[in-house]
Nanobody, 115 residues
Framework: QVQLVESGGGLVQPGGSLRLSCAAS????????MGWYRQAPGKQRELVAR???????SYADSVKGRFTISRDNAKNMVYLQMNSLKPEDTAVYYC?????????WGQGTQVTVSS
């Protein structure tokens, strides 16, 4: 059973960058579908980016061209490189692992984009 721990959040000015990391414990990490979600105050949690076990990647339209998801199966890690950050990117970001209908979540990391 995979467990997830996010890190890398913080306060950044508009136009800045952050790199989020998600460390996964447990076996069979390479076949999990991994994703980054975010939830802003008063809003529903939304998908930001996902990468499946085969390496296929998809992004929310709002982050295309600015965010990059990647994974390192040897290290059981998933990353989200966030560039050109905007105030509307402010949210708690969650790492998600999915396999055969079972979904696991990390505790989340806060990203605040403000001047």
């Amino acid at each position: 059973q995979v467990q997830l721990v996010e890190s890398g959040g913080g306060l950044v000015q508009p136009g800045g960058s952050l790199r989020l990391s998600c460390a996964a414990s447990g076996s069979m990490f390479s076949i999990y579908d991994m994703g980054w979600y975010r939830q802003a105050p008063g809003k529903q949690r939304e998908l930001v980016a996902r990468i499946n076990g085969g390496g296929t990647i998809s992004y929310a339209d709002s982050v295309k061209g600015r965010f990059t998801i990647s994974r390192d199966n040897a290290k059981n890690m998933v990353y989200l490189q966030m560039n050109s950050l905007k105030p509307e990117d402010t949210a708690v970001y969650y790492c998600n692992a999915g396999l055969l209908g079972v979904s696991r979540w990390g505790q989340g990391t806060q990203v605040t984009v403000s001047s």
